[in-house]
């Protein structure tokens, strides 16, 4: 993996993506005690930054592959993203997907013309049901992070950090990532490394489901205890992946780890203060820019906002919480 | 009022106002039947377009209003706009609003530094309190809109839409604007005429708050009968201002008006597709964008989303009734 892939992924998206800006609050500066600039991927096209790479990976393919389809298995971001791209392809395409997914997250990976394949995530292999259809129909996998393609596609997020920070005077910062398999993270950090490198990407994670930090913290990839039970659906990964894992190791800070009442926390935060609305999963960095202490991260600090498609009743259940922010 | 005020007032907010990107999304257009264009003025800060009024009008005043400071009467929006602006100016303000106003604006405006003073809509006048604090203090007020700094402020949101649309390759459009008292409208509608003249300002308000469109229906100033009771807390001017209607008269097309079942719907549809939060006042337009008939609007649309602070109570309300958008 090298910066070129990302700015030849940076030309192929050019039309097509969604460039986020930056954004800030001043009642969120205030309540952090550190000034935050918010890259909200949330509002990037399928609701996360997952289209990126899902564009990316699908416009390389060559006519007989997107003739054939393309298979994916994804929680729900890569879901859509992969949705939407083979829909401007003329492509079509399958998608495994746990049965316990956010039904939003169904709906709208079916609306945009996938062909959807629920399986139980208690009992069965996604990535064995995806490669028996990939074997049967001659369909072309993409893989959700472990594919430089789908890396390249996601680091475009980091070239465009890199170029509207210097447009607010941010020369120097941790860039927080909620991160998963780190598909997204990998890619920024390698983005950044060649267009800023006095920015250095951050993991962030739930309680639980730390495998990346860990791994960071010891030098090797770890794998978490449990893949489900969490409150941040699009990020339980099994452990980080065999291409992202050396970036990250390489080029990462110290890995992040907020509880999920702060995730919560700060989505109540992103609803009344930047009108944003995150999934769990897309709230983890924020969290870390809000709650985390001033040791840990820099000031100022950068967050990506990574998703927004959340159940109505999940997001009612946050907006419940009644939180005071200030406390 | 004309367009050097506009352009004077983009050159004040340059570095102040946050440029809110035209969004689209695939999914909408289906459901729409038609293609639109979304001008997200939520995320401005303070969550609406108010601040762009507010910090033209407060950078106008010399060194000794602002030493006396500012008093305006508003259910919430303008008032958060002017306590920022006025913060930024070390310049005191009191803000005078209805105590049925969203629990959130009253916070926020506090938290931004503003003194609140709550009347009773049914039984008080806020212009009456408002002038008599004016006089008292010997504070400047700050009209919600009819004033033409304050105009000129909203109108910026017309120069970036004029420039912005045509690099969506859109040269012909109306654009649809939730309107209350019509500063936005007006502002708008000027910067159109003057940089994008195929373009055409339409009014949008809920049932029962009406009074923009049977104005421009009849060709004079007419008011609504009630002033409490809607959803729509943010546009519930009693009449078109003395400032604002001419200009609409002028350039505006027909008015349109939607259900407050329609809003509800656009709130949910924002929530899901566009991942913005929109308050019952900010969603009218994109109300009319995805529910009108396609004689009454243009084929692309632009919808400004004005403003997105929302009470949780109210917002989980829209997102409850569970509406199947197809339908």
Same mark, same amino acid.
């Given at each position: 993996?090298?910066?070129?892939?990302?700015?030849?992924? *940076? &030309?192929?998206?050019?039309?097509?993506?969604?460039?986020?800006?930056?954004?800030?609050?001043?009642?969120?500066? =205030?309540?952090?005690?550190?000034?935050?600039?918010? =890259?909200?991927?949330?509002?990037? /096209?399928?609701?996360?930054?997952?289209?990126?790479? @899902?564009? &990316? @990976?699908?416009?390389?393919?060559?006519?007989?592959?997107?003739?054939? %389809?393309?298979?994916?298995? !994804? !929680?729900?971001? /890569?879901?859509? %993203?992969? *949705?939407?791209?083979?829909?401007? /392809?003329?492509?079509?395409?399958?998608?495994?997907?746990?049965?316990?997914?956010?039904?939003?997250?169904?709906?709208?990976?079916?609306?945009?013309?996938?062909?959807?394949?629920?399986?139980?995530?208690?009992?069965? !292999?996604?990535?064995?049901?995806?490669?028996?259809?990939?074997?049967?129909?001659?369909?072309?996998?993409?893989?959700?992070?472990?594919?430089?393609?789908?890396?390249?596609?996601?680091?475009?997020?980091?070239?465009?950090?890199?170029?509207? *920070?210097?447009?607010?005077?941010?020369?120097?910062?941790?860039?927080?990532?909620?991160?998963?398999?780190?598909?997204?993270?990998?890619?920024?950090?390698?983005?950044?490394? @060649?267009?800023?490198?006095?920015?250095?990407?951050?993991?962030?994670?739930?309680?639980?489901?730390?495998?990346?930090?860990?791994?960071?913290?010891? %030098?090797?990839?770890?794998?978490?205890?449990?893949?489900? %039970?969490?409150?941040?659906?699009?990020?339980?990964?099994?452990?980080?992946?065999?291409?992202?894992?050396?970036?990250?190791?390489?080029?990462?800070?110290?890995?992040?780890?907020?509880?999920?009442?702060?995730?919560?926390?700060?989505?109540?935060?992103?609803?009344?203060?930047?009108?944003?609305?995150?999934?769990?999963?897309?709230?983890?960095?924020?969290?870390?820019?809000?709650?985390?202490?001033?040791?840990?991260?820099?000031?100022?600090?950068?967050?990506?906002?990574?998703?927004?498609?959340?159940?109505?009743?999940?997001?009612?259940?946050?907006?419940?919480?009644?939180?005071?922010?200030?406390?």
């Amino acid at each position: 993996m090298d910066i070129g892939q990302i700015e030849k992924a *940076a &030309n192929r998206l050019r039309s097509r993506t969604f460039t986020t800006p930056l954004m800030s609050s001043t009642i969120l500066n =205030k309540l952090a005690g550190r000034r935050i600039l918010l =890259k909200p991927e949330c509002l990037q /096209h399928t609701g996360s930054f997952k289209y990126r790479g @899902a564009f &990316n @990976a699908i416009s390389n393919l060559s006519k007989k592959e997107l003739a054939n %389809g393309v298979v994916a298995y !994804s !929680s729900g971001n /890569h879901a859509q %993203g992969i *949705a939407l791209a083979a829909q401007q /392809h003329q492509c079509a395409s399958v998608i495994v997907m746990p049965e316990d997914a956010p039904q939003l997250k169904i709906n709208n990976t079916r609306r945009l013309g996938s062909e959807v394949k629920l399986y139980d995530r208690a009992k069965q !292999s996604r990535e064995s049901i995806a490669l028996q259809l990939a074997k049967e129909r001659g369909l072309t996998m993409i893989k959700p992070y472990d594919d430089p393609m789908v890396i390249a596609g996601q680091g475009t997020v980091g070239l465009e950090i890199a170029h509207e *920070a210097k447009s607010h005077g941010v020369r120097n910062a941790d860039v927080l990532v909620c991160c998963g398999g780190g598909g997204l993270t990998s890619g920024i950090a390698l983005a950044l490394e @060649a267009n800023a490198p006095c920015f250095r990407a951050r993991t962030c994670e739930p309680e639980g489901f730390d495998d990346t930090a860990r791994s960071l913290g010891q %030098g090797k990839i770890c794998a978490n205890e449990r893949l489900s %039970g969490g409150l941040c659906d699009a990020i339980m990964a099994p452990h980080p992946g065999e291409l992202t894992f050396p970036i990250m190791r390489r080029l990462c800070g110290p890995g992040l780890v907020v509880s999920e009442d702060q995730v919560l926390r700060a989505m109540v935060a992103a609803f009344r203060h930047l009108k944003l609305v995150l999934e769990p999963s897309g709230a983890v960095a924020l969290a870390a820019a809000l709650f985390l202490k001033s040791n840990m991260i820099s000031d100022p600090v950068i967050a990506v906002l990574s998703g927004g498609n959340v159940d109505a009743s999940i997001f009612a259940k946050a907006l419940a919480t009644d939180i005071d922010l200030c406390a």
